[in-house]
């Protein structure tokens, strides 16, 4: 499987600090996307960051991409309470026709007020 | 637009019962998906299509069929449901390959 991992499995951190995690991969992709999940609800998508791009921002979210390393990272800076979710990696399969996806495990974040 | 909406939002099965979970997308996305997701697997799909008429499997398909008569609905079909089933299932759509999906909220499915 091309599953993703991802890492620290679960987060807890104070509200206002930053908060990075970590998601690395085993086979080349075309892109690389984040997903947040919060409690009992369906994913939504943050970020896609390409295969020929390094680093991409979004509000508070940042995202890199090594693609010799096989990995990616997130940062979401000033975190709130209401970031406490899940976060995912997706992975592409490079396949065709395409849209195949690979989801790591998740990081489970909790922010403290 | 409603997104992606799935139905039933909760549902349990005998063991060898069939059912059929039912998932549309408003958005005209041609691409859409199924997956399950399992405590500490993270999600994998099982069935996606790339348009109408157009199905292929994906990393977990046994015990499940799926059909896309029309670009809007993408049913997902269990035809003999075993414990091993117990899961939660989303839809998810994206207008095109390896572009943002959009997820439906999910049916949670227990098989006793």
């Known amino acids: 499987s091309q599953q993703g991992e991802e890492d620290p499995q679960a987060l807890s951190i104070q509200e206002g600090e930053n908060a990075t995690m970590n998601c690395s991969y085993k086979t080349s992709i075309n892109n690389l996307q984040w997903y947040r999940q919060n409690s009992g609800r369906g994913l939504v998508h943050l970020i896609l960051?390409?295969?020929?791009?390094r680093e991409k921002h979004s509000g508070r979210l940042r995202v890199t991409l090594d693609t010799s390393k096989k990995s990616s990272s997130l940062l979401i800076t000033a975190s709130r309470a209401a970031d406490t979710a899940s976060y995912f990696c997706?992975?592409?399969?490079?396949?065709?026709?395409?849209?195949?996806?690979?989801f790591g495990t998740g990081t489970s974040l909790t922010v403290i007020p | 637009n409603a997104g992606v909406t799935q139905t039933p939002k909760f549902q349990v099965l005998k063991t060898g019962q069939s059912m059929t979970l039912q998932c549309a997308q408003d958005m005209n996305h041609e691409y859409m998906s199924w997956y399950r997701q399992d405590p500490g697997m993270g999600l994998r799909l099982i069935h996606y299509s790339v348009g109408a008429g157009i199905t292929d499997q994906g990393e977990v398909p046994n015990g499940y069929n799926v059909s896309r008569s029309t670009t809007e609905d993408f049913p997902l079909r269990l035809l003999s449901a075993a414990p091993s089933q117990t899961s939660v299932y989303f839809c998810?759509?994206?207008?095109?390959?390896?572009?943002?999906?959009?997820f439906g909220p999910g049916t949670r499915l227990t098989v006793l």
């Open positions: 998810a759509s994206s207008y095109g390959a390896y572009t943002e999906q959009f």
């Open positions: 960051i390409r295969s020929n791009e």
């Open positions: 997706a992975t592409d399969a490079q396949t065709e026709p395409g849209n195949q996806f690979y």
